[in-house]
């Protein structure tokens, strides 16, 4: 069992390169979310998608874009990427019936 | 805008010693999540708290949840070196869409 699938775990971009982060899960489940970690200051919402065709802006949205291509995947597009967007990824998706976020392994990204 | 704080922030202490993490947060909300998250891992889930006064326990973790005080625990009894990460509880907003927000984490050392 996969569960949640994220590529790629490493990326050095450039200031104003643009990249995309994949993110799919094998669970069936309706709902999946983009976070970053950052030191002291735990996880935050980014995007999320409640389900396939959806999707919504979280705490932090500013800079970045998503895809929920079906039910599936949930991708993270960078368009111009800045020095402030390095940080941990996390893609999860979330269980109906108990509200767990299942994550996965993250993506470690440095703007230079 | 909901809060939710842990505290401590930073813990460290001895093997075979007790100790609580506390988790406050700042409105209304009956489903509450921990989560353990080890140097460069994901994040893996450990309790998922579903109502007031549930109380969940695996081997020397414990937690529980008071909703009306809003505050969740999770105690640790005779630590042992294992036990050492990071630990993070999630609040869910049960209002509108699904989300979960996230404490800035309680990076726990245990010495031998």
């Known amino acids: 069992n996969a569960g949640v699938t994220q590529t790629p775990k490493f990326q050095v971009l450039k200031t104003g390169q643009s990249m995309t982060l994949q993110c799919a899960q094998d669970?069936?489940?309706?709902?999946m979310y983009w976070y970053r970690q950052d030191p002291g200051m735990g996880l935050r919402l980014i995007y999320y998608?409640?389900?396939?065709?959806?999707?919504d802006k979280g705490e932090v949205p500013n800079g970045y874009n998503v895809s929920r291509l079906n039910k599936r995947e949930f991708s993270l597009r960078l368009e111009s990427a800045a020095p402030s967007q390095t940080s941990v990824y996390f893609c999860?998706?979330?269980?109906?019936?108990?509200?767990?976020?299942?994550f996965g392994e993250g993506s470690r990204l440095t703007v230079l | 805008e909901l809060k939710v704080e842990q505290n401590p922030l930073f813990l460290s202490m001895q093997e075979g010693k007790n100790y609580t993490i506390y988790c406050n947060y700042s409105t209304t909300s009956d489903r509450l999540y921990w989560y353990r998250q080890d140097p460069g891992k994901s994040l893996e889930s450990l309790f998922v708290l579903l109502s007031n006064g549930a109380v969940k326990q695996e081997g020397r973790l414990m937690a529980s949840l008071d909703t009306k005080a809003r505050l969740s625990t999770l105690h640790i009894t005779a630590a042992v070196h294992d036990l050492s990460a990071t630990y993070f509880c999630?609040?869910?907003?049960?209002?509108?869409?699904?989300?979960?927000?996230f404490g800035q984490g309680t990076r726990l050392t245990i010495n031998p």
């Open positions: 998608s409640a389900s396939e065709g959806t999707t």
């Open positions: 669970m069936n489940h309706n709902s």
């Open positions: 999630a609040v869910d907003i049960t209002q509108g869409a699904q989300k979960l927000v």
């Open positions: 999860a998706s979330r269980s109906e019936n108990t509200g767990e976020l299942f």
